[in-house]
């Protein structure tokens, strides 16, 4: 295998891993259930902190 080969294979499986990568991150955010988490996590730095004694 030479370079230019290389390069081409590099950029087309690197291209479609990122890809996929990026669909999994997003699927991943916008599963069922998850909308709680997402709720709490947000409002989270608002709530009192009750450690404070």
Request: charged share 25%; glycine share 10%; net charge negative.
């Amino acid at each position: 295998m030479n370079y230019e080969t290389l390069r081409h294979l590099s950029d087309s499986f690197g291209l479609l891993f990122l890809t996929f990568t990026f669909l999994g991150f997003i699927g991943w955010t916008f599963r069922p259930g998850s909308r709680q988490k997402h709720e709490e996590a947000a409002h989270m730095i608002f709530e009192e902190d009750q450690d404070d004694g």
